[in-house]
């Protein structure tokens, strides 16, 4: 029974580990897409970016700050 207890309470810590932002890799981001030498046209289609940043247009958005999903339309 306490090994039951014991094998409970250390399961029950493991999965109630917080979100630690320090640790976890941001999946809004992929700073290898990023090319500041890439030409964009200058045209105001602005996009909600998944970092809650709204971008001129989504050329911007992906190509100059990596940025791998957002929506049309500024943010809210």
């Known amino acids: 029974m306490k090994k039951l207890f ?3 309470a250390l399961l029950l810590f493991a999965c109630s580990g917080g979100d630690d932002n320090e640790n ?3 999946m809004c981001i992929d700073e290898t897409l990023i ?4 030409v964009c046209i200058e045209i105001f289609e602005p ?11 989504s050329c911007m958005a992906l ?3 990596g940025v791998i999903a957002y929506e049309d339309g500024p943010c809210d």
């Open 35 to 38: 090319d500041l030498e890439s």
């Open 6 to 8: 014991l094998v409970s």
């Open 47 to 57: 996009v909600c970016g998944c970092d809650g940043i709204t971008y001129d247009n």
């Open 63 to 65: 190509n100059w700050n």
């Open 24 to 26: 976890t890799p941001n």
